[in-house]
């Protein structure tokens, strides 16, 4: 288990961030949930649009789900073996194929005609977001113990921007031609209404590959100048030792006899797991319906929606989250903010309630809207407090591999999630209609009741969780 610092440790001056390598390796990194979400709020209609469903408004959430959760899983697949390859051959190269190849990727989900092509090229973007782990240990290697919190802190920074950019994104710039007639009245915005937003998001991936070609330095093997310490060398002398003693030791040896990172690695499957579930059940609510379940909104709305929501998020983990995190801890702030999931749901649960008795989405439901945005906004540091309980529970001498052990969780849940809860949503409106005809009885919220009660279980059990406190 890692060691507390001692008190003339704490007491050491924060070493700066390297700000050009810092930069670099976050908009890397921001590239990941910008492509990975930008299809939230008009994956529904486009999976309606290529005919996949028959017409069947109730099967959406199958098929949605599926593409969804195949950017997950494939990135689960290969976030090991970047990692090796860029043990072999170096952080540098593998982080230029990954944006490179994203926006590839996104260019050509934008493209898409059938469902199956959608397939093809959300698993070509999860394959090439695998080298987020890098990104990770690229960021240990040009940081120390008095900077990594800050580090991680930006890198969670990172991706909540792009967990909000890309679903506004999605929303906003989704069939251009209908939002904006004039502007782009070509007929090939008709053709492919969604391209316009892919294409988006590619040029963030794609910026990010511009800079990581000019200004991105290799931390692999780098020997120390002769000329005396650099901004680096402390850490990555450190770190290429631990490269070599890492190899010795098996998840098994790294995990089993650490209770502290067992139960930080638990929590962190069961947070990943309703985390993204309610992410994925968001556009399926809202788009669908108010007869069929749903909210009855556009992806406009949507993305307008989330986005005031990102601008929200985005001021309070500047000002506020991370300092609280460092005054109460990761453990308390973790608790704090994973209680708020609970009532983000239950918003969302009456304003779909509200919906179906009014056959609208009225003021109340809008009502309920702006409260559970409220409460996402509350709960969005759960992820960054999660983050650094594992790093400060981890070996020393093995932090890179739990960084890698880490993102294989939380990949493999993040693809789980959107089959489970597309699923049982879809599931939920089937039940409904056998049961009570779709006059919105109990069974129509079974997804809604299933994933409360995950999160309350996750809030229990986090009490588990060490205690430790920030340099």
């Known amino acids: 288990m890692a060691v507390e610092p001692t008190d003339p440790e704490r007491r050491r001056e924060t070493t700066p961030l390297p700000k050009l390598q810092t930069t670099v390796a976050l908009l890397i990194a921001h590239a990941e949930p910008v492509t990975g979400q930008v299809i939230y709020p008009f994956i529904p209609a486009f999976v309606r649009r290529t005919g996949v469903t028959g017409g069947d408004e109730k099967s959406t959430g199958y098929y949605a789900g599926i593409i969804e959760s195949l950017f997950f899983v494939t990135e689960c ?22 944006p490179l190849g994203l926006t590839v990727a996104m260019l050509g989900f934008g493209l898409s005609k059938t469902f199956w092509q959608l397939v093809v090229f959300r698993c070509a973007q ?104 650099s901004e680096r060398d402390p850490l990555l002398a450190g770190s290429n030792e631990e490269n070599q003693n890492k190899a010795q030791l098996t998840i098994y040896e790294i995990v089993v006899p650490n209770l502290p990172l067992q139960r930080s690695l638990i929590t962190l499957a069961i947070f990943s797991l309703t985390h993204m579930s309610y992410r994925v059940l968001i556009p399926l609510v809202y788009s669908t319906s108010i007869p069929s379940g749903g909210l009855g909104l556009s992806p406009y709305q949507i993305g307008i929606v989330l986005g005031i929501y990102g601008v929200c998020n985005g001021i309070l983990q500047l000002f506020v989250w991370k300092p609280m995190l460092k005054r109460i801890g990761p453990k308390k702030m973790f608790i704090l903010s994973y209680s708020f999931h609970t009532l983000r749901m239950l918003m969302m649960t009456l304003a779909r309630v509200v919906a179906a008795r009014v056959g609208s989405a009225n003021w109340l439901v809008w009502t309920f809207i702006v409260a559970q945005m409220g409460a996402s906004t509350l709960a969005a540091t759960a992820y960054n407090a999660i983050t650094t309980l594992i790093v400060k529970s981890a070996p020393p001498n093995a932090l890179g591999a739990v960084n890698g052990i880490q993102q294989m969780i939380s990949s493999g849940l993040r693809g789980l999630a959107p089959i489970v809860a597309s699923s049982l949503f879809a599931v939920s409106l089937a039940l409904d209609w056998k049961v009570s005809g779709g006059s919105g009885g109990v069974c129509r919220y079974f997804v809604d009741i299933l994933t409360i009660g995950l999160i309350i279980f996750g809030v229990w059990y986090s009490r588990r969780l060490p205690s430790y406190r920030l340099i």
């Open 126 to 229: 999860g394959v090439f977001n695998g080298n987020l782990g890098v990104v990770k240990t690229l960021m240990v290697e040009f940081t120390d113990d008095t900077n990594l919190a800050d580090a991680l802190t930006l890198l969670t920074l990172a991706w909540n921007v792009g967990s909000t950019i890309g679903p506004a994104m999605g929303g906003i710039l989704s069939d251009p031609a209908e939002q904006w007639p004039r502007t782009f009245r070509h007929p090939f915005f008709r053709e492919n209404p969604y391209f316009l937003a892919c294409a988006a998001a590619a040029m963030c991936a794609f910026t990010a590959f511009i800079f990581a070609f000019h200004f991105l330095k290799e931390t692999l093997n780098t020997s120390p100048s002769s000329d005396g310490p």
């Open 77 to 98: 697949l290969t976030v090991y073996h970047w990692g090796r390859a860029s043990d072999r051959i170096g952080r540098r190269p593998i982080l230029l194929i990954g």
